[in-house]
Every structure is written in C-alpha cells, then in structure tokens.
C-alpha cells in the first residue's frame, strides 16, 4: 500500500522492542538461559510474560527495570520457579542483547538519509542504550516512558514526543506492531500510523495509514514524494545532535 495521496513525513517515530528489535527472540532465549533444565518452556512463556509486564504498565508508574525484574519472576513461578534476585538480575542484563530483526538496519540506514528518526519506547533511558548500540543509525530523538513519567498507549509519552520534535502529529509517520501499545494511541493524536505486520496477523481495529509486512518496504511508501525539504536539511546536523 501506498502513503502516494499524503505528504511524506518530516519525522518517522518507531516503536522499539517488538518493531526494531526481535523481543519475542529475546525474552524466550532468556529464559532458556536462566532457568533451570526442563523449567524453560520457551514457547509458552512469553505470552505470560507479556500479559504480566501489560498488566504492570497500566498500574501508577514504576521504573521499566523494575518491571522487567517483577514480570520475569511472576512469569517464571508459573512455572514453578522459584525465582532468585540474581535470576531476575539476569532477565535485566539480557536486554541489551536482544537483536534486532534482520530487515531493520538495512532499512534505517536508508531512511536515515531522507528522514528525521526518532524511538519512542515503553522503557528507561539506561537500558534502551544498549539496544541503541545493536542499531545501526543514530537517531535525531529518543522519548522514553522513564522521560514521560507514564507508559504507552497512554498519551502523554507522544505528546512530549512532539513537542521534542517540534513538529506537528500530521508531521510524523508512526511505524510499530503493536495495535494497543502504539497504532491506537498515535492515531488518536493524529499521527499517520503505519502497521509493520510482519506475521500477517489480521489488521487491527484502528485503520492505519499503510500496512507493512518488513521494514524493507517502508522507504518505498514515499519514494515518488520529496522529501520534506527540513528534514533533508537538517538531516546531518540531526546525526551529530541525536540524544542519547
């Protein structure tokens, strides 16, 4: 599908862990890691770890670190471990290890030449840094839930979003995967949304703009457009200027 009947963005705004890095892969090697033989259950486990951490980012703010512990560890007694504070330790530090899916670098690198790039992500500014190292650009803004104070698919996280930007919610092509966490909320503020399908599940309830099935095809949705003439100007100094 094509974006051919709107302008193209000045920003594109990424979910993190689900759309740029593969955390299905990374929590259910994790817990193959960390759990004792036979307790691992790698293919189940991950939808109960997810439904926990959901559960805890919809509760008054904690820290993501603290999360990830609590989750790990109400996730692994199910079952039937008996979890450890050097266990869940464990479950933290393998977030930096987590890789990103095989069509991610190749496409930001391409983007990165047309388009301001900015992550907004359900975590903390200490631990997305190792994920920001398994990446293979630099981006032009990162808003965490740790900067907001509140979690996805809140709003407040992409309202300072936007205001970090500068730029206005048409301004922004919002790429992720997750209907509930980021398509839903960005496009009740008004962001373009763009769903990266990659199982070919069926299409979520809110309507995106284009629906993706790599990241591959994402700098294709507005290749016969021009680039918005701010973002090609100030495309280098953004590289130098990332936060970080």
Known sequence: MTLSHLPP?????FGCFGTLIDWQAGVARAFREILPPGLDDSAGIFPVWERIQW???RSPYLPYEEILRSSFCEASE???YRCRSFAADA???SLARWEPFPDVNPALVRLARRYKLAIISNIDRRLLGGSLRRLAVRFDALIT???AQAYKPGPAIFQLALQRMGCLPQEVAHVAFGAAYDLEPASALGFQVVY???QGLPRSETPPAAEIHSLEELPGLWE??????RAVSTASAGRRGAEL
Not at 9 to 13: D, E
């Open 91 to 93: 479950f933290v530090d």
């Open 196 to 198: 990266l399908n990659r």
């Open 9 to 13: 963005p000045r920003w594109l705004s």
């Open 78 to 80: 199910t079952l039937g």
């Open 55 to 57: 559960e805890k980012m």
């Open 145 to 147: 839930a740790e900067d």
């Open 224 to 229: 016969t457009a021009p680039a918005s003439p």
